[in-house]
Nanobody, 118 residues
Framework: QVQLVESGGGLVQAGGTLTLSCAAS????????MGWYRQAPGKQRELVAS???????TYADSAKGRITISIDNGKNTVSLQIKSLKPEDTGVYYC????????????WGQGTQVTVSS
């Protein structure tokens, strides 16, 4: 089965920049999309940004202008750069991969905590 390994979370100060990375391992017959979701305390998980293997991107309105998502198809890796961090960016960030995979065709990562201090 495909597994996702997320990295880059932690405690950061407001105004700083953070880059999250997620690498997919396992048998991937066709990768369609990778993305990042955020679950803030007491709230539902919501899309931050996603990107297709062809490079088409989707951003949440709150992410536009500060957040950039990129994909490395050769390495099955997706990165999320967040600039000008705000306390409201705090939450657990989950990586997602979708496509024709061995096992389930949609896989979630375990999540990585991002805490932005003011």
């Amino acid at each position: 089965q495909v597994q996702l390994v997320e990295s880059g979370g932690g405690l950061v100060q407001a105004g700083g920049t953070l880059t999250l990375s997620c690498a997919a391992s396992g048998i991937i017959y066709r990768l369609d999309v990778m993305g990042w979701y955020r679950q803030a305390p007491g709230k539902q998980r919501e899309l931050v940004a996603s990107i297709t293997s062809g490079g088409s991107t989707t951003y949440a309105d709150s992410a536009k202008g500060r957040i950039t998502i990129s994909i490395d198809n050769g390495k099955n890796t997706v990165s999320l750069q967040i600039k000008s961090l705000k306390p409201e960016d705090t939450g657990v960030y989950y990586c997602l991969v979708g496509g024709h995979l061995s096992g389930p065709n949609t896989v979630w990562g375990q999540g990585t905590q991002v805490t932005v201090s003011s």
